[in-house]
């Protein structure tokens, strides 16, 4: 069996798996999209099947971070997308990094949280229009418990300063990485690069996506996503 358990950024929730879902079932993967839980859904984590031989892992940005270790560990491929080891960059841009995120912080504990996540969307769908991205649930309104898993991942995004525990050593890795991402910095596009080579018994492949932003809009990704699978297996 193969097996994919994809897990959303900040901000984000399952659904935007949809796409991907409906590409990847037909071509004989079981898929689970996984759950943070920020707006109405119910928080899922995922677990492995005791037939799945192929294990894979697909994060989008802080999701490399959100998914539990044990689990992670026992990835046989990993496919990382617009993610990152450490958020912040060393030094003075580092310094106005963390200014931004405690900005979205205080923003979540005043009537300014709607603005600063429709911001975030808009920084995120960059360079296309905020109207190329499916409609964002958050956007109606926050719970309580949500508003707060939104204050604490901000949190773990500013104190991220490596590869996530769980990490495996001996996974095949995909890197992909928007050339106009407006989240991640080029910076820390390196620093993954840079612990990923460290880490992994067999470098990681690297694709670049040229006119792309943040969340990866553009559809031929899902493709070159299944054909690296295809050709790792």
Same mark, same amino acid.
């Given at each position: 069996m193969k097996q994919i358990n994809a897990m959303h950024g900040w901000a984000g929730d399952a659904s935007q798996w949809q796409v991907w879902q409906r590409r990847f079932e037909p071509e004989g993967w079981t898929? +689970?999209?996984l759950e943070r839980g920020y707006g109405n859904r119910t928080p899922h984590q995922p677990v492995w099947l005791e037939s799945s031989l192929r294990r894979v892992v697909i994060c #989008?940005?802080? @999701?490399? #971070?959100?998914?539990?270790?044990?689990?992670l560990n026992m990835a046989? /491929? %990993?496919?990382?997308?617009?993610?990152f080891s450490r958020f912040t960059p060393i030094g003075r841009r580092g310094r106005a990094v963390r200014v931004g995120l405690?900005? &979205?912080?205080? !923003?979540?504990?005043?009537?300014?949280?709607?603005? &600063?996540?429709?911001?975030?969307w808009e920084r995120s769908?960059? =360079?296309l229009p905020c109207s190329a991205l499916p409609p964002n649930p958050l956007l109606k309104g *926050?719970? =309580?418990? @949500?508003?707060?898993? *939104?204050?604490? /991942?901000? /949190?773990r995004l500013a104190s991220c300063d490596g590869l996530p525990?769980? $990490? =495996?050593? #001996?996974?095949?890795? %995909?890197?992909?990485q928007?050339?106009?991402? !407006?989240?991640?910095? +080029?910076?820390?596009?390196?620093?993954?690069?840079?612990?990923? +080579? $460290? #880490?992994?018994?067999?470098? !990681?492949?690297?694709?670049?996506? =040229?006119? $792309? @932003?943040?969340v990866l809009l553009t559809p031929s990704v899902v493709d070159d996503v299944l054909i690296w699978l295809n050709q790792a297996s």
């Open positions: 898929w +689970s999209s #989008h940005s802080l @999701g490399f #971070h959100l998914i539990k270790a044990d689990v046989t /491929d %990993l496919v990382l997308l617009n993610s405690q900005g &979205m912080a205080d !923003a979540l504990q005043t009537n300014q949280d709607r603005a &600063m996540l429709q911001q975030f769908a960059a =360079p *926050l719970t =309580p418990l @949500g508003r707060q898993r *939104l204050r604490d /991942d901000l /949190d525990d769980g $990490c =495996p050593h #001996h996974a095949k890795v %995909l890197v992909i928007a050339d106009q991402d !407006a989240i991640v910095s +080029s910076e820390t596009q390196q620093y993954l690069l840079q612990d990923l +080579s $460290c #880490h992994l018994a067999t470098p !990681a492949t690297v694709k670049a996506v =040229p006119n $792309c @932003g943040h």
